[in-house]
């Protein structure tokens, strides 16, 4: 069983072959039943907390964090390749000139991911994110000074919960969504310490730092 955040809502049910122990939205690897040739298990240990600096995977992240109020992690990810076509893989340009209207059509492509509210939400905050880029340069640069461009690095051991700042800019963005975005995109290494990807999230973290580089770790097919 998987539960989100501190609310410890199961979001997979029993017989799903990932199992996962959670923490306050921290994923680490239970030794028993993990399928980890699935996509949730693939997302833990290929995507989940590594460094992110490209404004369209950050767009993507932040719009899947949002998703999370009316979809599970497995379901988005399952349906990933459609939230990806329906949203022009998420460039903000091009999302922020889609007609709400059209979009959230019932029987579109786009009302079978989410509610109208959120597909709303999306696109309006693809126009907020461009308004960012032209004021800061790149979102990436906007939201990486959140945490003075420098992971946070919780070191937790078991479920703590730890309160952030709300960019009041975005729509449906409040303090969970944009924590579980901060974890996904890297700004926080929740994995817990004793999770293998810990140390080699920080890993990448220190050489970033060391070598001047900002390049997201991730590749997205």
């Known amino acids: 069983m998987i539960y989100h955040q501190s609310s410890l809502i199961p979001i997979v049910d029993d017989s799903s072959l990932i199992h996962y122990k959670v923490v306050t939205g921290q994923l680490i690897r239970s030794s028993l039943h993990l399928d980890r040739y699935s996509p949730y298990a693939a997302f833990h240990d290929e995507e989940w907390g590594v460094l992110v600096y490209d404004d369209k995977k950050l767009f993507e992240l ?8 009316e979809l599970t992690w497995p379901a988005i990810l399952n349906k990933r390749h459609t939230f990806r076509e329906v949203f022009y893989d998420f460039d903000p340009s091009a999302v922020s000139k889609l007609n709400e209207k059209k979009v959230a ?6 009302s079978s991911l989410l ?7 999306i ?8 308004k960012v880029i032209d004021e800061f340069g790149s979102f990436d640069k906007y939201i990486w ?5 420098k992971p946070i690095v919780s070191q937790f051991r078991y479920s703590l919960q730890v309160p952030v700042k709300t960019p009041k800019r975005f729509r449906s963005v409040g303090p969970t969504v944009i924590y579980t975005f901060m974890q996904v995109a890297g700004l926080t290494n929740d994995h817990l310490i004793n999770c293998f990807r810990f140390k080699e999230c920080m890993t990448m973290a220190e050489a970033d730092e060391k070598d001047g580089t900002r390049k997201s770790r991730v590749t997205w097919d």
Do not use: Y
């Not at 509610?115 to 939400?121: G, H, Q």
């Open 123 to 130: 696109i309006e905050n693809a126009n907020q994110m461009c």
């Open 62 to 69: 932040l719009s899947l964090s949002v998703s999370l109020a």
């Open 105 to 110: 059509t019932p029987g579109s492509p786009a």
């Open 115 to 121: 509610s109208e509210v959120k597909l709303r939400a």
């Open 145 to 149: 000074n959140f945490v003075n461009h």
